[in-house]
Nanobody
Framework: QVQLVETGGGLVQAGESLRLSCAAS????????MGWFRQAPGKERDFVAS????????FYADSVKGRFTVSRDSAKNTMYLQMASLKPEDTAAYYC???????????????????WGVGTQVTVSS
């Protein structure tokens, strides 16, 4: 059974940085791209970033491009989201997820994701 656990959320001020981690168990890294999504109160869950099975290809939402970096360490079965220059509008619950495809380009919407973590809250104050 695949399980994903996010950590690293918290309260930061605008302009600061934060790194989220997503530890996977029961997952074969070489078979799955992975991604990050976020959901603000009263809004839909939105795509943030995805990374292919090898960690060599990444995709980002326009709203985070240039500020966020997704990476993965297959040996540790862990994915990361390094967030810099945080803005109040980045405030949301952040979720990691495992995609049914190995390729990040297939994993920019929710439809191909099969397993989700429970989320970690990121709050950015102005």
């Amino acid at each position: 059974q695949v399980q994903l656990v996010e950590t690293g959320g918290g309260l930061v001020q605008a302009g600061e940085s934060l790194r989220l981690s997503c530890a996977a168990s029961g997952l074969t890294p070489s078979l799955h791209a992975m991604g990050w999504f976020r959901q603000a109160p009263g809004k839909e869950r939105d795509f943030v970033a995805s990374i292919n099975w090898r960690g060599s290809s990444t995709f980002y939402a326009d709203s985070v491009k240039g500020r966020f970096t997704v990476s993965r360490d297959s040996a540790k079965n862990t994915m990361y989201l390094q967030m810099a220059s945080l803005k109040p509008e980045d405030t949301a619950a952040y979720y990691c997820a495992a995609c049914a495809s190995r390729y990040g380009s297939d994993c920019v919407t929710q439809k191909n994701y099969t397993t989700w973590g429970v989320g970690t809250q990121v709050t950015v104050s102005s």
